[in-house]
């Protein structure tokens, strides 16, 4: 009987490329051997890496493989599934989890363990649990079947020796195994008098259940077999049929232009906000539940929404965290470069910075595991995964032709890779968003979307990685967004009643205009705003009256109504009718006296200004005009906000410190610290690194040809565990190494449990003691032999 | 796709009226949208749960309201509208209120899961008599208005199959000599029969009484009018007279000074909810007969006490005339669900443009208050600032000079505060009514006016509502109750009945700028500005240049 390694090696460096094609984390660092790829293609790692890409029919097909009675064929396969299995097999094949031989299909070794303890819901086989019994109760069962003692297992798990077995059971016997089949095998043990017990003992007695511990039972592998009809699942594996509901184009490139352009308008607003005013940090570094209240607020959106806009802005690098001692989130100059851009660039900007973030917008709100809130913005919470799953749920969008709900995609990502399948609710985060970013519309995937994924991830490799977008296929998706957007529109129909309507899109400058000057009402297709007293004196700062009203001329199809003109100009009448500025200080006195001062050439350097008759001020400070003017001769004095005389005193200039209360050490604080890094340090490790180091010293010794890597250690107990054949293990214990000869049974956890033939004993070793394992019928010889041959 | 229609995505229809295909547009969504406003250039129309319903009412199905916006949109139209449409439609006639032979008025389960949870509703809590079996549960005749108003707040609005009565018959006929129903009339008069209670909406002067009496003259049975004051009462009377082969004696008048009951009785709102040590001994008037219709006039005004007392009158048929449907309390919404839905409702520059309503020119005159009224006013307690700027002395200089301009018509000067208007008609040498004149000498000026023999009246609010007075054709408003947009309308009503030479009306509004005049007379205008009336503004020392 062959071996994986020597399977591997058969495949030829063809076939081996392959497999190291789909399954990279074999290549990196490059195995030494053929010996060193088998093992680490066993380990846990890597295979849970791989079961997590492949479907749910090469599961099933892996699980069959495992569990039937050898030697196993394609057509055993097929029919335990009910349904051809050979290409599932033909990938399995592929990715090296399933190899063959003269002896028929062998699951890699290491499977057994990842898949169990009860890979398709069967227990153990009828030789394992029989094995357990005394030979006295064995040979009263097999005569009682009229079958040798050792031909008892084969017997027992014919079908029809089980349903014969079970026309003589006592009443409730069929149950108890019916219940048992579907998996998982295991039952509880009915106590002394319960009504289950005579049925359950009379099962026991005749070998179609087996004692699993003593509180549980357990069904052998065949008799559930039997019962099943001898197939593991009452349906053959299927891929959920994903129907999508037809919808009319049209209809979803108007949802996509408009999601898409209202995305590009809330991020806009975000970036704008922010940059008048920064949000702050929190210390933890995300943004603060309150602060992300107020942007929905601003945007008028709900929360969730806003942290979607939020993270894309900063997956953008549109806004970001400014590092300042006080740390705010504020746009940055890539944001002004991306606001010159049109509007289609502008999303595709947002959008392939929303597929490659490894974000999770969704989850901002949640608390994590120790009940904290998860802030937007937090550079804590990245998970790279995220992009992979955008990746999936708007692949099944793109292989389907109309609209998916979320629960289909769930589906068929859940066949795709059931070990690695999102929640759906995570799915259905991830639509939503999408949906809101304009990548889909009414439920199916767009065209710039599709035209943005086309150049996304290499549909070839092993793993989608997400790198960003091509520049190529950026440029496709923002022309095809162009085509879909309706021509925007370069007028406003203003009403007598102070509303404006825009017919369309409005154009940036019309849409800057407004925004200046009115208060928006509705917006979708077409734009509805209101001008208000309120609206116009924003604009005021920046322009005149007479400046808006002949911008909105410019604009407006039918004129500008009088209400409106009157409106533009009463405000622009009352803007500026009370002024500020700053000044330093003022003086006051008679208006004769200031006017003759204002002229005074010692005075000039102070630049005092006639407010009002009476009242003159400058910006120097009062101390600094005092002087002056004492200094030319006027008797002037300080007075404070009541008008009484405020006597001066000599300047004295300080530096203003804070006190600070002296650092004193707690030495109660200290002393404790102390002892727990010493803890820490003596505590758990002394002794065991102290035997680790005498193990590794006898390692070093002579082990030279024994298993250095632990993995190929690994691999050989697999192997051995597969093939249910003897290993030489050698072991360090604190009196030196030991070497025996066991039968390993289980490899889990960085623990093996063994049968030692010759003691008769089960024993469990942690894989970090094995200095040495190898094959009785030492394989390595024959390996040696192998590579020479070659 | 080219098409007139807007659709935003929070359920405004915004409709370009210069589009070629406007009008048909328009038609296409008039029985589900509500008409919100309608200035010169773009209307918008909105979609509320109601109007789809009431849509769903009159017969329309979801199919007809997505194909309408679709045909007739130019953009595409948000999807989740569309479904969110015809989720909402299919949630109408889950429910049926029928008569049922045996168990008379009964509430019946299209869907029974609906049925279970609308038994379950706080809301529906004391309406619902015995269950009758899985489908059915009994309903308290008299509850069947609440019950309706509580499923629509459930949203769950029931199918009322249960027919009105006939009341007591009794003939009336429309008496076309030398006159005929308008168009609009006669669509109003049909839309309302045939949804069997409802709102009519129309503006001031176009003829809502025809509306009335074209409604009486289809149900042909004993009626009850219900309006604001008994000058009114007897403008409806006189119409009535004149119009129907009613004579004199079917008409009855309850108010305060006569309790008449006839086959058609006509009663003040005031009358019905005078209460006496905690009673309303006048409500058996609603039972003193077997009415078959209920009039409401001005609608609008119904006050909560009849909004209550008309819960119980779900059984016979209602109309609710209104040129004005805007509430400042915001209960539009009840007087649909206890009235009934709008069953018709046009534009008023639409009237206008067909020449049923007189043109009309709405000009504010802004005057600025001379640098003393200034600091008296800025320095005035909040409360007293609204009074102080609307009875700016200089105002009264302003009225002269519009008087003087429209010499010749018969004009209204219209306020809120007695003292201004005592001193504007002792200015003007103009008689004066407010609150405290008597009926009598009230109608007999308005008569005088109206025969011309008086040109200039000044009045109080007591004018706002129900005085029908055709040849008035210029009104100038010098205050007001502060903000009501409601008011303005009604105002401007006053002067808009069509003139025989086909003048143009005039409608001034005094204002003093930078005041809380200004403030609230722009909130005044806004219904009219939604309806198409741009106001002009003028400043009062401009007023000599400005042509008329």
């Known amino acids: ?141 097999a005569a009682e079947l009229g079958c040798a003692t050792d031909a008892l297992a084969a017997r027992l798990g014919e079908p029809e020796t089980v349903s014969g077995l079970l026309d003589r059971a006592p009443a409730g016997a069929r149950a108890v195994l019916e219940a048992l089949a579907p998996g998982p095998p295991v039952g509880r043990t009915p106590g002394p008098g319960s009504p289950g017990t005579g049925a359950v003992g009379w099962l026991l007695r005749h070998g179609l259940l087996a004692v699993g511990d003593p509180q549980h039972v357990v069904l052998p592998r065949e008799v559930a077999l039997a019962l099943r009809g001898g197939r593991l699942r009452p349906q053959p594996p299927e891929p959920p049929a994903a129907e999508a509901t037809p919808i009319d184009p049209r209809v979803v490139a108007g949802e996509v232009t408009g999601h898409a352009l209202e995305a590009v308008r809330l991020v806009g607003t975000l970036v704008e906000m922010w940059g008048a005013e920064p949000a702050p940090v929190l210390r933890s570094g995300g943004l603060g539940a309150r602060e992300l209240k107020r942007v929905a607020g601003a945007l008028e959106v709900t929360v969730a929404e806003a942290a979607v ?39 595709v900007e947002l959008a392939r910075a929303w597929l490659t973030a490894e974000r999770a917008p969704w989850l901002v709100g949640t608390r994590d595991e120790a009940g904290a809130l998860r802030g937007a913005l937090d550079p804590a919470h990245r998970r790279p995964w995220v992009p992979r799953l955008r990746a999936a749920v708007l692949g099944v969008l793109a292989g389907a032709d109309g609209r998916v709900d979320a629960e ?70 923002a022309a095809a967004l162009d085509a879909a957007l309706p021509a925007p529109v370069d007028e406003v129909l203003l009403g007598g009643d102070l509303t404006g309507v825009v017919p369309g899109r409005p154009t940036e400058a ?53 209400p409106l003109a009157y409106l533009v100009t009463d405000a622009a009448r009352r803007h500026g009718q009370v002024r500020v500025g700053a000044a330093g200080a003022y003086l006051r006195g008679e208006p004769a006296a200031l006017a003759a001062l204002a002229g005074e050439p010692a005075l000039r350097g102070l630049g005092l200004r006639t407010l009002a008759p009476g009242v003159l001020v400058t910006s120097a400070p009062p101390a600094a005009l005092v002087g002056a003017l004492r200094a030319a001769g006027l008797a002037a004095v300080i007075e404070d906000a009541d008008g009484t005389v405020v006597h001066t005193e000599r300047p004295r200039n300080r530096v203003r410190l804070r006190h600070r209360p002296p650092a004193a050490p ?77 039968k390993p049974l289980r490899v889990d956890a960085g623990r093996v449990r063994v049968l030692d033939a010759e003691r008769a004993a089960e024993l469990t070793v942690a894989v970090h003691r094995i200095a040495d394992a190898r094959p009785v019928e030492a394989p390595a010889t024959t390996e040696r032999e192998a590579w020479t041959d070659h | 796709m080219d098409g007139p229609l807007i659709v935003q995505s929070d359920r405004t229809l915004l409709l370009e009226v210069d589009h070629p295909a406007a009008e048909e547009a328009r038609r296409a969504i008039a029985p589900f949208a509500e008409l919100e406003r309608a200035p010169e250039h773009v209307h918008t129309y909105r979609l509320t749960p109601l109007g789809l319903w009431n849509a769903s009412a009159a017969g329309h199905d979801a199919e007809q309201v997505v194909s309408a916006l679709l045909d007739h949109s130019r953009y595409p139209v948000p999807h989740a509208l569309l479904v969110d449409v015809a989720e909402t439609m299919s949630r109408y006639g889950r429910l049926q209120l029928v008569d049922h032979p045996v168990h008379g008025l009964v509430l019946h389960a299209v869907d029974r899961a609906v049925l279970e949870e609308v038994l379950r509703a706080k809301r529906t809590a004391g309406m619902l008599g015995t269950r009758l079996d899985a489908d059915d549960v009994a309903v308290h005749p008299s509850e069947r208005g609440r019950l309706k108003q509580a499923l629509v707040k459930l949203g769950w609005p029931a199918e009322d199959l249960a027919g009105y009565v006939d009341g007591e018959a009794h003939p009336i006929d429309l008496v076309t000599d030398g006159w005929a129903l308008r168009p609009y009339q006669q669509q109003a008069a049909d839309g309302f029969w045939h949804g069997g209670s409802g709102v009519v909406v129309l503006p001031c002067g176009a003829g809502k009484t025809i509306v009335g009496a074209a409604a009486m003259a ?16 007897r403008q409806w009377r006189d119409e009535l007279v004149k119009r129907t082969t009613l004579t004199p004696e079917e008409i009855g008048e309850y108010s305060g000074a006569r309790k008449e009951v006839r086959p058609v009785t006509i009663a003040t709102y005031q009358v019905l909810t005078t209460k006496r040590k905690g009673v309303y001994p006048h409500l058996e008037l609603l039972d003193a007969r077997d009415w078959g219709l209920i009039v409401y006039d001005e609608v609008h005004l119904l006050p909560a006490p009849i909004f209550r007392m008309t819960a119980d009158l779900q059984a016979r048929r ?53 640098d003393g009224e200034r600091m008296t006013y800025a320095t005035a307690e909040a409360e007293d600032r609204y009074r102080l700027a609307a009875s700016a002395a200089g105002k009264n200089a302003v009225v002269e000079q519009l008087v003087a301009r429209h010499a010749d018509e018969q004009l209204l000067v219209i306020g809120q505060y007695l003292d201004q208007l005592e001193l504007l008609a002792d200015h003007l040498d103009a008689p004066l009514i407010t609150g405290q004149t008597t009926v009598r000498e009230r109608q007999r000026l308005f008569d005088a006016f109206r025969a011309g023999e008086v040109r200039r ?71 009219l500005a939604e309806q198409g009336y741009a106001y002009r503004i003028v400043d009062a020392h401009d007023l000599d240049a400005e042509p008329l």
């Open chain 1, 510 to 562: 019309l849409a800057a205009l407004l925004a200046d000057t009115a208060q928006v009402e509705s917006r979708g297709a077409g734009l509805t705003v209101r001008f208000t007293e309120a609206s116009v004196r924003t604009a005021l700062d920046t322009r005149s009256g007479e400046e808006i009203l002949a911008e909105l001329a410019a604009h407006a199809r039918s004129g500008v109504p009088q």
């Open chain 2, 318 to 370: 209602r109309l609710g005339l209104t040129a004005t449907l805007v509430r400042e309390d915001g209960r539009e919404d009840e007087v649909f669900s206890l009235i009934g839905p709008k069953r018709y409702d046009a534009p008023w520059k639409d009237i206008e443009a067909q020449g049923y309503i007189a043109p009309a020119v709405c000009t504010e005159v802004r005057l600025t208050l001379p």
């Open chain 2, 457 to 527: 009246l000044v009045v109080s609010k007591v004018a706002n509502f129900s005085v029908d007075l055709p040849e008035a054709a210029v009104a100038i408003q010098v205050s007001g109750t502060f903000g009501s947009r409601q008011e303005e309308a009604q105002r401007l009503g006053r002067i808009m009945r069509p003139k025989a030479d086909g003048r143009t009306a005039h409608f001034y509004t005094v204002v003093s700028r930078d005041t809380v005049d200004q403030e609230f007379a722009a909130h005044r205008q806004r219904f």
């Open chain 1, 666 to 742: 707690d030495p109660e604080l200290t002393r404790r610290r102390l002892l727990r890094v010493a803890t820490d340090l003596l505590g758990v490790g002394t002794q065991a690194d102290a035997r680790d180091g005498a193990a590794d010293r006898e390692t070093d010794r002579d082990g030279t040809d024994g298993t250095p890597e632990p993995s190929e250690t690994l691999a050989v107990l697999r192997a051995a565990v597969a093939t249910g054949s003897e290993v030489w293990l050698e072991v360090a214990t604190p009196g030196g190494p030991s070497r025996r000869r066991v």
């Open chain 2, 218 to 233: 289809r149900a042909g049975s004993t009626t009850l009018i219900l309006v604001t004051n008994t000058v009114a009462a």
């Open chain 1, 408 to 477: 289909q995609v769930h589906a068929v990502l859940q066949w795709r890779a059931p070990r690695s399948a999102p929640t759906e609710h995570a799915v259905r985060a991830v639509l939503a968003e999408a949906a809101l970013l304009g990548l889909t519309g009414a439920g199916a995937l767009g065209e710039p979307a599709r035209a943005l994924l086309a150049g996304w991830a290499d549909p070839d490799a092993a793993e989608p990685t997400p790198g960003g977008v091509t520049p190529e296929a950026a440029e496709r998706a």
């Open chain 1, 309 to 347: 806009v939020v993270e894309v802005a900063g997956a953008a690098r549109l806004v970001t965290d400014d590092g300042e001692a006080t740390p705010s989130f504020c746009p940055t100059t890539i944001a002004d470069e991306w606001a010159q851009d049109d509007a289609a660039r502008r999303w």
């Open chain 1, 1 to 141: 009987m062959a071996t994986f390694t020597e399977h591997l090696r058969a495949m030829g460096a063809e076939g081996v490329a392959e497999v190291l094609h789909r399954r990279r984390d074999l290549a990196a660092p490059p195995p030494a051997s053929a010996r060193a790829l088998a093992a680490r293609a066993s380990t846990r790692p890597s295979l849970d890496r791989a079961l997590a890409r492949v479907d749910a029919g090469v599961l099933a097909t892996i699980e069959a493989v495992l569990v039937l009675p050898g030697p196993v064929t394609g057509d055993a396969v097929s029919q335990a599934l009910g349904g051809r299995a050979d290409a599932w097999l033909d990938t399995a094949r592929d990715w090296a989890l399933v190899w063959d031989d003269e002896a028929g299909l062998h699951a890699a070794p290491g499977l057994a363990e990842l898949l169990g303890p009860h890979p398709a819901g069967l227990g153990p086989s009828l030789a394992e649990t029989l094995a357990r019994r005394s030979p006295e109760a064995l040979a009263e069962l």
